[in-house]
């Protein structure tokens, strides 16, 4: 069986060969910096499937006195057949003098039977200073391939196509800061070219790297969908002395509640994180705020839910739908009443529980006590921006590039709702929240449909990118 | 599948659900059993079960009552068939036994039961049952909840399908049981009492009609155990009258005739009573299974088992995390001194530049010289040093603000010192305007001077 292919991505310091490693090996402990010389040492990283390793790249130092070893190679006359044995002896010869720690790092997965991945920045012009390190690199004889990284917004890709197709066959371009899914995958494929040894390993590394792409996306419906089902039905209760409690006890538990509410969504989106391989995310963003103002402003509901309109919409079609089933039981013969009561009962519903969060409960004395309890939610709007801020951080983060090292700001600007969810989705989510609002046998089948609805949502929007 | 082991798997996904590397081996080893989850889990277990001192495992113990209810319910059904019987045949010879009685408790009753049965079969199938809730089996399950203290065993959970399922099939067994007790009845009473059948009702049914009841009842066996379907002469001598408490002295004459009833009556017990609640039993035992696979594979944390087994452990990042971390310079504080920039070098030093465009590079900047020296980035190192040499008084480097400066650079910059009096370095923008680069560029060009300081050097 042939070895597992590896990869040394190689090149001009700061040209974004740590991102480039960061990104597709979905790491972001990868040192990523805008200082030359940051990387100091090769470090692999490989990518395994059941314990096989399937390939590994290769983070590398930046050429520092690419001239001088293209010097040194070229002291003695070498034909092209004993280059590659050239580029060893050097390696063998060097490989303690601190002048050339850096090149040594480079050339050593090379010269051990490393494919070469030479990453340069379209963004910049190119330079003639470049033509030693591509030179070196040619005497090598290693499979190659240029990627065409651009860092900034200027862009010079064709000067670099015309410089690079001299060194390399195969080019291509790769924003690892933007780079989704779909330019993850054609990138494994334009590296399966460079070797036909190769062609099998990287084909199954395609294979198993779309799989489990689809069980991210699989735990995430599944996170988001036992987050808003608990949500939904959780509870907080405090035991009181007298069956009338005052204020204060009220909105301390009022309180309380709200903040488990919160801690569920923030742990959530932490596992969500964590899916993702997003361990060392900075971001900022707002809590979920529970004020009724927040929760059930114009802005909220624009942002995150449903406006009352929306919300009594959807519970009169869904009321419609419970009463046109009786009417179909009676074969239409009650004139479709059960339709449309059924409608009016559900929007009139909808209606009155817009605004309301969580009834207070007073529930049985019980050795001379009595059992204040909060909860479980009655706001039918809540399941929607909870679920709506939950989609929108699953979205940011699984598109979320591993080389970004900046502060992820999390404020959606639009309707979020409108860009993810259709109508026909709208509509079935409301009759799964009605359904795991009753937190039953029923509700824990509700919330796996519901797991599974998302899980759809999320596969049109995160396999397409 | 057994109950037990559904009781055991609630414990054994608890205990070893979390290893994944363990799980996925043995799902590797036992691959042709992917399609089949439930029975996967079962050699899973069978791996892992530990048996308690007594040769049971925690499952085996939980499950035990609901066995040992069942067998008891069993018993009790029968002997409550049995003593129906005795009541319902019970003769003194002053008044011959209404078998319409005996068909109402042996057949109707059993019947009626059945199409309850049927009808928690339909609803369990489609959704949680609210009828089985009625069935005493149901509330045994609830039991056990009671009869177990233990630690481990006390957070085992009955699955609401399975829990119907059980009562349904308990239900069932409990109904043969019971028809086996009545027909039991029926046989010891007729083999030690002469005992006379008549059929009496207020309602006007003609023997006819009553006939023909009766070969419908019989139609199951009618064709291969005649002698077990009542013939129309019998059927008309055993119509019965209570009025006038005397019995017909015709009827009386033709007493053993009357005793001909029982093969009809054992036969309507054993095919309706105990023949189509035993079709009932296997059908509850085939929903039943079904139920226990469902609820297998609905046991919190099962399907992540599953997962676990079933897809592959995908590893990718660093092998040796932190390990190309070098001495980052992003965070010290660049407090090198900052060149100021004159408006004439004696000497301007374009890197990587081309000469001809040298001149108005500086002038981008705003500064100019007497003497211009261009180093290609393609010459020798040899070729660069010679034209290093060339340098005198006071230099100014043009350098590509963009391309991060290297050790290659350093190295030139310290010949390049030997000869002049003083550097100073600008880092220039893009073509074609260049100019002197963004902060963004100088900030770093300055820390790595302020990192590895050259005689005679700044940065602007």
Request: net charge neutral.
């Amino acid at each position: 069986m042939n070895k597992a292919p590896a990869f040394a991505v190689v090149g001009h310091p700061n040209k974004g060969k740590s991102a480039i490693v960061s990104a597709l090996a979905m790491d972001d402990t990868v040192a990523v910096s805008d200082v030359p010389g940051t990387t100091k040492r090769h470090s692999a990283y490989p990518f395994e499937v059941d314990g096989t390793r399937l390939y590994t790249l290769i983070d590398t130092p930046g050429f520092q006195r690419p001239a001088e070893v293209l010097e040194i190679l070229r002291k003695e006359p070498c034909p092209a057949d004993k280059r590659f044995e050239a580029v060893r002896a050097f390696v063998r010869r060097y490989k303690d003098n601190p002048r050339f720690a850096d090149e040594i790092e480079l050339l050593t997965p090379i010269v051990e039977g490393a494919g070469i991945v030479y990453v340069v920045d379209g963004s910049k012009p190119y330079g003639s200073e470049y033509e030693a390190e591509m030179e070196i690199l040619r005497w090598t004889g290693q499979p190659s391939m240029a990627l065409i990284n651009r860092i900034d917004e200027s862009d010079f890709t064709d000067a670099w196509r015309r410089a690079l197709s001299g060194y390399f066959h195969i080019i291509r371009t790769f924003d690892p800061m933007q780079a989704h899914y779909t330019q993850h995958l054609a990138l494994l494929e334009s590296m399966a070219q460079m070797d036909e040894r190769w062609t099998a390993s990287l084909k199954r590394s395609v294979e198993s790297f779309t799989a489990y792409r689809k069980r991210q996306i699989k735990h995430s419906a599944e996170t988001i969908a036992r987050t808003v089902s608990e949500a939904l039905c959780h509870t907080e209760s405090v035991t009181i002395a007298a069956d009338v409690p005052d204020e204060s006890q009220k909105t301390m538990l009022m309180e309380r509640y709200k903040e488990s509410l919160r801690n569920m969504e923030a742990h959530a989106k932490t596992k969500i994180e964590k899916i993702w391989h997003h361990s060392r995310i900075q971001k900022s963003e707002d809590t979920l705020s529970l004020q009724n103002d927040d929760l059930f402003s114009e802005k909220s509901a624009e942002l995150f839910g449903l406006t009352r309109k929306e919300i009594v919409t959807a519970g009169a079609v869904t009321g419609g739908i419970g009463g046109a089933g009786i009417d179909l039981l009676f074969l239409g013969h009650t004139m479709f009443l059960g339709g449309i009561v059924g409608a009016i009962g559900g929007g009139t519903a909808a209606y009155f529980a817009f605004e309301k969060l969580s009834d207070i409960e007073i529930l049985g004395r019980k050795l001379g006590s009595y059992t204040m309890r909060a909860g479980p939610m009655k706001s039918r709007n809540f399941p929607y921006v909870l679920l709506n801020r939950l989609l929108y951080h699953t979205m940011r983060i699984a598109t979320l590039s591993h080389a970004k090292r900046e502060t992820l700001h999390l404020q959606p600007d639009t309707r979020f709702v409108e860009r993810y969810l259709e109508e026909s989705d709208r509509k079935h989510l409301e009759t799964l929240h009605r359904k795991m609002r009753k937190c039953d046998e029923e509700a824990q089948k509700a919330r796996l449909s519901y797991a599974e609805h998302l899980k759809r949502v999320l596969e049109r929007k995160l396999l397409s990118q | 599948m057994k109950l037990s082991d559904y009781f055991d798997l609630q414990t054994l996904v608890k205990r070893h659900g979390n290893d994944k590397a363990a799980l996925r081996t043995f799902g590797l080893a036992h691959a042709s059993l992917f399609a089949q989850p439930p029975k996967l889990l079962h050699v899973w277990m069978r791996e892992h079960i530990r048996k308690e001192n007594d040769g049971t495992t925690p499952g085996e113990h939980y499950a035990r009552p609901i066995a040992d209810i069942a067998f008891w319910s069993n018993l009790v059904a029968c002997i409550f068939g049995l003593t129906a019987a005795f009541a319902l045949l019970h003769y003194n010879g002053k008044e011959p036994v209404n078998l319409l009685y005996y068909l109402f408790a042996a057949v109707a009753l059993p019947l009626l039961t059945m199409i309850g049965s049927v009808a928690a079969m339909v609803r369990a199938m489609r959704t949680h049952s609210a009828m089985v809730r009625f069935s005493p089996a149901y509330w045994l399950q609830r039991i056990l909840g009671f009869l177990h203290k233990e630690k481990e065993t006390r957070s085992y959970r009955i699955d609401p399908l399975l829990g119907d399922w059980i009562a349904i099939r308990r239900a069932q067994s409990m109904g043969v049981c019971y028809g086996i007790g009545i027909l039991a009845g029926l046989l010891v009473t007729i083999t030690l009492h002469d005992v006379a059948f008549v059929w009496s009702t207020t309602l006007a049914i003609t023997p006819d009609a009553f006939e023909r009841f009766v070969k419908a009842v019989a139609f199951p066996w009618r064709d291969w155990m005649p002698q077990a379907v009542p013939s129309a002469e019998l059927i008309a001598q055993s119509r019965y009258f209570r009025l006038g408490g005397e019995i017909d002295p015709e009827m009386v004459a033709k007493a053993q005739r009357l005793g001909e009833w029982w093969p009809f009556l054992a036969m309507a017990t054993a095919v309706y009573t105990i023949g189509l609640r035993m079709l009932l039993w296997a059908v509850a035992y085939v929903g039943y299974a079904h139920a226990l696979r469902k609820a297998v594979l609905r046991i919190e944390g099962v399907e992540a088992l599953l997962e676990a087994m079933r897809e592959p452990t995908v590893r990718t990042g660093a092998e040796h995390p932190n390990r190309s971390v070098g001495d980052s310079l992003s965070h010290r504080e660049a407090e090198a001194t900052r060149a100021v920039l004159k408006g004439a070098y004696d000497i301007v030093v374009g890197w990587a530049c081309e000469k001809e465009k040298l001149p108005a590079v500086a002038e981008s900047v705003g500064t100019s010289a007497s003497r211009y020296i261009a180093i290609e980035g393609s010459e020798t190192y040899e070729e660069k040093r010679a034209e290093l040499q060339k340098i005198s008084g006071e230099a100014l480097f043009l350098v590509k603000g963009w391309e991060p400066p290297i050790s290659e650079f350093a190295d030139m910059l310290e010949v390049a010192s030997e000869y002049a009096e003083a550097i100073t370095v600008v880092p220039v923008g893009l073509p074609p305007d260049y100019g002197i680069a963004d902060e963004r560029w100088l900030s770093v060009w300055r820390r790595w001077l302020q990192m590895q300081p050259i005689e005679k050097t700044e940065v602007i």
